[in-house]
């Protein structure tokens, strides 16, 4: 950011006396300090966008807030087996699962992992759900809340344009889903790396650490671009609210169901929490027993998350762009 | 004074619709007067002179080009909207502060000065309340403040007086009226209020069907329609005896009220005649004033439509 130092000058004219009952204007001087850089005015937007999510406690502190307890009760709970051993992550006992037992006997290569470490792979599936919910007070509706408001009117008679106001918007809500996906993912890889019982086992896991971050940060912006895209669809915040709920509740189910019953992964990953859940998999190498079949690859689930990245900030440029300056010189 | 704004054969087409047709214009004046009918292009040209859309020609603003320079002209300009152009839940102090930051101003540069054209606007005691709870009137004035807290040095302001009660408007037009000495800016007001027009403006820029049909001072728009020979003559009583007084020596005479009467002089007859008619007739002038062309009636000569006749007042006209 370019900071400018502020100097002023007085007015070339100097103003009239006060007249009694006149609005005064605590000393007006003219500006003649220097300008932000036009391409860093979309950071003012990032800026007012992510002040806005936190204004309000239950537009984002919230979320935030079940964020943090979720991290808590996962590092709890993974202090608490810090020891425990499983194969293919899925039961601490063979008993609990019959199947998994039957194939061991079998003969089946079994994947033998410490269970902290499926914390590391499958929490995302948590913070999906809270990223979900924040895209419902915070996201799904912000192109057409400003549609609506004639904000557009605001924005485009000043020195933005359609692309920094999107770019602001999309950047802004990324750092907000950060805070619920990313955040929460590197925590936790901090956490079962201090879980480590040798120096060689830490080393070994470092490389959780990038892969955490990118976890976090593609969840985070395939929140963040989808629910973006999906308000700028309609010009009534509440009712693209409601369009994204279903399509993300009630689509995602359906496809996810469609995706096992016909096991082709590929439809399942269309569902943002079920492409992050494969992809952390597939990214920690973490099969579980027969799950290719239901769980996509990973160049798969890449293609849907960014595809939903993509679109979204495909719709919600295209949309800012034709409504743009519509408001501008309407009125007269 | 420096042109505020050049215009050299500006046109834009919304497929087979004309919008603007070659327009060419040096406009400037301390406060402009933006007049024309619905569909007369001054949408379209402000967009075109804010740089937001394409144009043919070449339109200038503070020297800078329309078409290759639009956020540079947009740093320099404020504009103030008819419509409601907020954001939710926001308060006007924010609102502005967010309006100078996205118009460059450094964060603590935009705080003060937001604070300072709310201050102007007279919302200082409700600066922190949110907008969505105001009335129509402080609405205007948050729209007027975020359009002046950049510091703007020509400010657009469209129907900057539109819905507010007269107690409200009167407070507007003494805002706009004092902005130029006290701000230091020029304003181009849209508007289709031709007393508002009247009253604040010195220049005014006149469109009809894409095209402008004058731009210049207001003096210069009324000396066209002005014969030369029109002159309002008051008396102290029977201004209807005057007009036939006049009638008798040639010249038109229109009775207004029963002290005053609109002359329009014969071939050859000075003012000093009507004193004189008068002193035949037994009469006492009070007044003789050149006849100014009102702002309504130039209006519509300018853009080529018939004033309607007035009603005939009391007494009969002549």
Same mark, same amino acid.
């Given at each position: 950011?370019?900071?400018?130092?502020?100097?002023?000058?007085?007015?070339?004219?100097?103003?009239?006396?006060?007249?009694?009952?006149?609005?005064?204007?605590?000393?007006?001087?003219?500006?003649?300090?220097?300008?932000?850089?036009?391409?860093?005015?979309?950071?003012?937007?990032?800026?007012?966008?992510?002040?806005?999510?936190?204004?309000?406690?239950?537009?984002?502190?919230?979320?935030?807030?079940?964020?943090?307890?979720?991290?808590?009760?996962?590092?709890?709970?993974?202090?608490?087996?810090?020891?425990?051993?499983?194969?293919?992550?899925?039961?601490?006992?063979?008993?609990?699962?019959?199947?998994?037992?039957?194939?061991?006997?079998?003969?089946?290569?079994?994947?033998?992992?410490?269970?902290?470490?499926?914390?590391?792979?499958?929490?995302?599936?948590?913070?999906?759900?809270?990223?979900?919910?924040?895209?419902?007070?915070?996201?799904?509706?912000?192109?057409?809340?400003?549609?609506?408001?004639?904000?557009?009117?605001?924005?485009?008679?000043?020195?933005?344009?359609?692309?920094?106001?999107?770019?602001?918007?999309?950047?802004?809500?990324?750092?907000?889903?950060?805070?619920?996906?990313?955040?929460?993912?590197?925590?936790?890889?901090?956490?079962?790396?201090?879980?480590?019982?040798?120096?060689?086992?830490?080393?070994?896991?470092?490389?959780?650490?990038?892969?955490?971050?990118?976890?976090?940060?593609?969840?985070?912006?395939?929140?963040?671009?989808?629910?973006?895209?999906?308000?700028?669809?309609?010009?009534?915040?509440?009712?693209?609210?409601?369009?994204?709920?279903?399509?993300?509740?009630?689509?995602?189910?359906?496809?996810?169901?469609?995706?096992?019953?016909?096991?082709?992964?590929?439809?399942?990953?269309?569902?943002?929490?079920?492409?992050?859940?494969?992809?952390?998999?597939?990214?920690?190498?973490?099969?579980?027993?027969?799950?290719?079949?239901?769980?996509?690859?990973?160049?798969?689930?890449?293609?849907?998350?960014?595809?939903?990245?993509?679109?979204?900030?495909?719709?919600?440029?295209?949309?800012?762009?034709?409504?743009?300056?519509?408001?501008?010189?309407?009125?007269? | 004074?420096?042109?505020?704004?050049?215009?050299?054969?500006?046109?834009?087409?919304?497929?087979?619709?004309?919008?603007?047709?070659?327009?060419?214009?040096?406009?400037?004046?301390?406060?402009?007067?933006?007049?024309?009918?619905?569909?007369?292009?001054?949408?379209?040209?402000?967009?075109? %002179?804010?740089?937001?859309?394409?144009?043919?020609?070449?339109?200038?603003?503070?020297?800078?080009?329309?078409?290759?320079?639009?956020?540079?002209?947009?740093?320099?300009?404020?504009?103030?909207?008819?419509?409601?152009?907020?954001?939710?839940?926001?308060?006007?102090?924010?609102?502005?502060?967010?309006?100078?930051?996205?118009?460059?101003?450094?964060?603590?540069?935009?705080?003060?000065?937001?604070?300072?054209?709310?201050?102007?606007?007279?919302?200082?005691?409700?600066?922190?309340?949110?907008?969505?709870?105001?009335?129509?009137?402080?609405?205007?004035?948050?729209?007027?403040?975020?359009?002046?807290?950049?510091? =703007?040095?020509?400010?657009?302001?469209?129907?900057?007086?539109?819905?507010?009660? =007269?107690?409200?408007?009167?407070?507007?037009?003494? $805002?706009?009226?004092?902005?130029?000495?006290?701000?230091?800016?020029?304003?181009?007001?849209?508007?289709? $209020?031709?007393?508002?027009?009247?009253? $604040?403006?010195?220049?005014?820029?006149?469109?009809?069907?894409?095209?402008?049909?004058?731009?210049?001072?207001?003096?210069?728009?009324?000396?066209?329609?002005?014969?030369?020979?029109?002159?309002?003559?008051?008396?102290?009583?029977?201004?209807?005896?005057?007009?036939?007084? %006049?009638?008798?020596?040639?010249?038109?005479?229109?009775?207004?009220?029963?002290?005053? %009467?609109?002359?329009?002089?014969?071939?050859?007859?000075? =003012?000093?005649?009507?004193?004189?008619?008068?002193?035949?007739?037994?009469?006492?002038?009070?007044?003789?004033?050149?006849?100014?062309?009102?702002?309504?009636?130039?209006?519509?000569?300018?853009?080529?439509?018939?004033? =309607?006749?007035?009603?005939?007042?009391?007494?009969?006209?002549?």
């Amino acid at each position: 950011m370019t900071t400018t130092t502020s100097t002023t000058a007085e007015a070339g004219t100097a103003a009239p006396a006060r007249r009694k009952g006149a609005i005064h204007d605590l000393g007006y001087k003219r500006y003649v300090g220097s300008r932000r850089p036009q391409s860093t005015r979309w950071r003012v937007v990032m800026r007012h966008q992510i002040a806005h999510g936190w204004k309000t406690w239950w537009r984002y502190k919230m979320w935030v807030g079940f964020a943090v307890i979720a991290t808590i009760i996962v590092g709890a709970i993974m202090v608490a087996l810090r020891s425990d051993m499983t194969a293919v992550g899925m039961a601490r006992e063979a008993g609990d699962m019959p199947e998994a037992l039957e194939a061991l006997r079998a003969g089946a290569e079994a994947q033998m992992i410490r269970v902290v470490d499926t914390f590391v792979f499958g929490s995302i599936a948590w913070f999906c759900k809270i990223a979900f919910l924040t895209t419902l007070t915070v996201g799904a509706g912000i192109v057409a809340s400003d549609l609506r408001t004639g904000a557009f009117t605001f924005y485009f008679a000043r020195p933005v344009r359609p692309f920094d106001y999107v770019l602001g918007k999309l950047a802004g809500l990324f750092v907000l889903q950060a805070f619920i996906v990313l955040v929460p993912l590197v925590v936790i890889t901090l956490v079962r790396l201090g879980l480590s019982e040798k120096t060689d086992e830490l080393v070994a896991n470092l490389e959780y650490v990038p892969k955490a971050l990118l976890i976090g940060a593609v969840g985070a912006l395939a929140y963040a671009s989808a629910s973006l895209g999906v308000s700028a669809l309609i010009d009534n915040p509440r009712q693209t609210t409601a369009l994204w709920a279903a399509l993300y509740v009630i689509g995602g189910f359906i496809l996810i169901g469609i995706g096992i019953a016909a096991e082709m992964p590929g439809i399942a990953a269309i569902d943002i929490a079920f492409a992050l859940e494969s992809f952390s998999y597939a990214l920690y190498d973490f099969h579980p027993f027969d799950t290719d079949k239901v769980f996509p690859g990973m160049g798969v689930c890449l293609i849907s998350l960014l595809t939903w990245c993509v679109v979204g900030v495909s719709i919600a440029y295209w949309r800012v762009r034709a409504t743009g300056a519509a408001g501008i010189g309407g009125g007269s | 004074m420096a042109e505020l704004i050049t215009l050299e054969r500006v046109a834009k087409r919304y497929g087979n619709v004309i919008a603007l047709q070659g327009v060419d214009a040096s406009i400037t004046g301390r406060i402009i007067g933006l007049l024309g009918p619905n569909g007369a292009g001054k949408s379209t040209l402000l967009k075109c %002179l804010l740089g937001l859309i394409g144009h043919e020609g070449n339109a200038r603003v503070l020297g800078l080009s329309a078409l290759t320079d639009g956020p540079l002209i947009r740093d320099r300009v404020g504009y103030m909207p008819e419509s409601d152009a907020f954001l939710g839940g926001m308060s006007a102090v924010e609102l502005c502060t967010y309006a100078a930051e996205l118009s460059g101003l450094p964060r603590s540069e935009a705080m003060q000065r937001a604070h300072a054209a709310l201050y102007y606007a007279g919302l200082e005691d409700k600066r922190y309340q949110n907008i969505e709870g105001y009335s129509t009137g402080m609405k205007q004035k948050v729209k007027l403040a975020q359009a002046l807290v950049h510091d =703007p040095e020509i400010l657009f302001l469209d129907e900057p007086t539109n819905g507010l009660d =007269p107690r409200s408007r009167e407070e507007m037009l003494q $805002l706009i009226d004092e902005m130029p000495e006290r701000r230091g800016c020029s304003i181009v007001v849209s508007t289709h $209020l031709l007393p508002d027009v009247d009253r $604040l403006c010195d220049a005014v820029v006149i469109m009809h069907q894409g095209a402008i049909k004058f731009s210049g001072p207001i003096e210069a728009l009324r000396a066209t329609g002005a014969t030369g020979r029109g002159y309002v003559v008051e008396v102290k009583e029977h201004a209807d005896r005057m007009a036939d007084a %006049l009638a008798r020596r040639g010249a038109a005479a229109k009775v207004k009220t029963p002290v005053s %009467l609109m002359v329009e002089l014969a071939e050859g007859m000075t =003012p000093r005649d009507v004193l004189g008619v008068a002193r035949t007739a037994g009469l006492q002038v009070r007044g003789i004033e050149v006849e100014q062309e009102s702002m309504e009636q130039a209006f519509l000569r300018v853009i080529g439509v018939t004033p =309607p006749a007035p009603a005939a007042p009391a007494g009969g006209a002549r």
